[in-house]
């Protein structure tokens, strides 16, 4: 039998990866994010693979597009075996300049969607005692980096949430995990920094890919473990060291306040919204 699953923010990055090596596997991949011309990319190249590719564009920080999303995947599949809560994005910013509706936008991307899909799921993978949900967390759940506040929330969030949801499935086939990625090289940090240019090229956005990781490696290593119903996959051995760090928690804040804080201010007081750091 077919096996389905469902990735979001497929458009990109990780979960672009991610849907690509489930299509390979041979399962029938919905796929889920507003830029609609790039799902159509990904469908085409799944064509010559084992599985298939069905998109369903949309914005997840819409909870009637959720709802509806889920009811017409159960109808026609009758199931989910995978959902993968993948979409999100974070801002590199001063947290009182952050404008409060990206902050709300954020939650619902990076938290209230991840919760709303795993109710809609749960019903019926319960029913079938088989199903996997993994979210996709951070490592800065643990170490958060600093001038990303709103960001790293979300991503505690999403610890908080997975960490609490295993309680309730204890003694089922119906796992849920969640994946602590370190920096990654995707669309992400295009996104999260209002860069200043320099010679044509985008500073702080290469200054944060020059220590990403690939997204395809961190992919593999989640679809390697993916039936494994752990609480929590480390899929780098950076991301293992970062996680590790949870023990010496006064260390991390040392190195964030007097370190890496310290080094991204600079960083963004390059950037163009320099005037906003002036008196904070
Ligand atoms: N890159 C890193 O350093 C890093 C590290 C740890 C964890 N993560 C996490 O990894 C996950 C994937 O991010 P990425 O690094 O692969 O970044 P990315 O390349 O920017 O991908 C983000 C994906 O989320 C989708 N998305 C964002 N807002 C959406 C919305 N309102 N509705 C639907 N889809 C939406 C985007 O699609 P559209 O724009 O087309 O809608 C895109 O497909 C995120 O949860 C991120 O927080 C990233």
Not at 110 to 115: G, K, L
Request: glycine content about 6%; proline content about 2%.
């Amino acid at each position: 039998m077919v096996l389905i699953s469902l990735v979001t923010g497929a458009s990109s990055g990780l979960g672009r990866v991610l849907a690509e090596l489930l299509c390979e596997k041979g399962h029938r991949v919905y796929v889920i994010a507003r830029r609609k011309n790039l799902l159509e990319e990904l469908k085409k190249q799944c064509k010559n693979l084992e599985g298939e590719v069905i998109i369903i564009p949309g914005d997840l920080s819409d909870g009637n597009f959720r709802k509806k999303l889920i009811s017409q995947i159960l109808k026609k599949e009758k199931k989910i075996d995978y959902l993968f809560n993948n979409a999100g994005f974070g801002r590199a910013i001063l947290f009182e300049k952050q404008n409060k509706k990206e902050i709300e936008n954020m939650f619902k991307v990076n938290v209230i969607a991840y919760e709303h899909l795993a109710a809609l799921v749960l019903s019926s993978m319960k029913k079938s005692n088989n199903g996997r949900i993994i979210n996709i967390g951070s490592v800065v759940a643990f170490t958060p980096l600093p001038y990303f506040t709103a960001y790293n929330s979300t991503k505690s969030a999403v610890y908080g949430f997975n960490r609490s949801l295993i309680y309730e499935l204890k003694g089922l086939k119906v796992t849920s995990t969640v994946v602590l990625p370190a920096r990654m090289k995707t669309g992400f940090a295009e996104k999260a920094y209002d860069c200043y240019k320099e010679k044509g090229r985008n500073m702080c956005i290469e200054k944060f890919n020059k220590i990403a990781e690939s997204p395809y490696v961190v992919a593999k290593n989640i679809i390697k473990n993916m039936n494994k119903g752990k609480e929590i996959i480390t899929p780098t051995l950076r991301a293992k060291m970062w996680y590790s760090t949870r023990y010496f928690g006064f260390v991390v804040d040392f190195v964030m306040k007097y370190i890496l804080g310290p080094k991204e201010r600079k960083h963004l007081e390059q950037a163009v919204l320099k005037e906003d750091y002036k008196n904070s």
